[in-house]
């Protein structure tokens, strides 16, 4: 069959059976068949959207290199947006067939824009990424994103979480099209940093690895154009096949377990659980002057 190409809903998919998660024996089919579970939970966050790819053709194990622009040779499931600023276009994905089309062409994560094709320059989203340094536990991971939960509380914000599916978690903002990408960094460079002041033994928001050691990195530069999160629902192109997951804010506890949400659970989470972050387009909010 490694030969032989299928039709998945109508994208062609070829050597159906090549295994991209060696450990876990998960093959191309079984990630198409998990990304169309997942897509009606998942296209509200990455559709529209200019998307950076980590492929992996031969599997996560081998070679692996990002791309951010649409090249030659592109499948019609894609589409392809010119971004003022960039010499090439991105792509972007319009449903779920671009997401089988990415399948097809070795993709094992999926980092969209924080902002649509129709306004590139406005971002609808602010990210915190909470990035432990050695020594750090994930309780204290989880810790670290409540704080900015109630930080981000105190100036008026809702948040969401989800895990990064590594050894981190998220904290998204959703905010109003109206500020521009250096205005929301600044805004979120501004927060990270107002916490590793009052809290130096836990925090900083300096990517040096030898400083990292028993504190929580607050990576705030996600909030940029070439520099991006990876998408809910997404898969990682790490061993375990573990994916990058909504939350509800009651499991984000000391307990929660972030290698729990993977390709095979995932899928049946939504089905028993529904999706968390399914209201989350309907939350208005600005940020604070």
């Keep these: 069959m490694s030969g032989t190409a299928i039709d998945f809903e109508g994208v062609r998919l070829t050597s159906p059976d090549k295994v991209l998660y060696p450990e876990q024996g998960v093959t191309k089919l079984a990630l198409a068949e998990y990304y169309r579970a997942v897509a009606p939970a998942m296209l509200p966050h990455v559709a529209d959207r200019p998307i950076t790819l980590v492929r992996c053709p031969a599997g ?22 010119v971004v003022p600023g960039f010499e090439e276009p991105y792509l972007y994905l319009r449903d ?28 609808d989203r602010v990210v915190f990424d909470f990035d432990p340094g050695e020594g750090v536990t994930f309780a204290d991971v989880v810790a670290a994103a409540l704080d900015m939960r109630a930080r981000l509380g105190r100036l008026g ?10 050894k981190g978690l998220h904290l998204v903002v959703p905010i109003e099209r109206r500020h521009d990408y250096p205005e929301v960094k ?3 460079k501004a927060v990270s940093e107002q916490a590793a002041r009052e809290m130096p033994e836990r925090y900083l928001t300096r990517i040096s690895k030898a400083e990292r050691v028993g504190r929580i990195l607050i990576d705030y530069l996600r909030n940029d154009p070439t520099s991006t999160a990876i998408a809910p629902y997404s ?55």
Excluded: N
């Excluded at 081998?62 to 040779?73: D, L």
């Excluded at 949400?261 to 604070?288: H, K």
């Design 96 to 123: 779920a067939a671009g997401l089988f089309a990415l399948v097809q062409m070795g993709v094992l994560e999926i980092h969209p824009w924080g902002a649509r094709r129709d306004r590139p320059d406005r971002p």
């Design 157 to 166: 914000l809702v948040g969401v979480c989800k895990t990064s599916g590594g």
């Design 60 to 81: 996560q194990e081998k070679t692996c290199f990002y791309q951010r622009h649409a090249g030659s040779g592109v499948s019609d499931s894609l589409g392809q947006v």
């Design 186 to 188: 600044a805004f979120a």
């Design 235 to 289: 898969t990682r192109a790490r061993p375990k096949a573990t994916v990058s997951t909504p939350l509800d804010w009651s499991e984000v506890t000391p307990g929660l377990d972030p290698a729990c949400f993977t390709i095979e659970t995932v899928p049946i989470r939504l089905q028993g659980l529904g999706d968390p972050w399914a209201s989350v387009g309907d939350i208005r909010q600005r940020l604070p002057r």
